[in-house]
């Protein structure tokens, strides 16, 4: 579960820093890199949004670890 939580992490901040680049800067790196909507980019694209839909269940752990 824990290489997971990695996975999905480091497939959150790319996402993060992708969207970061859109707004400043109007720059879509994963476009550059992988196409205008290729597959692969629509992949990663659906990645980094199950990862960001995963990464709602980070909320309850950080309940369990603090006891509330």
Known sequence: MK???YILLT???VGAINWG???FLQF??????FGNMSTLSRIIYGLVGIGG??????YGRIRENFGN
């Open 21 to 23: 680049l859109i707004g």
């Open 28 to 33: 879509d790196l994963i476009r550059v890199l």
């Open 53 to 58: 839909l995963y990464a709602i269940s980070y």
């Open 11 to 13: 497939l959150i901040i």
């Open 3 to 5: 290489l997971l939580d």
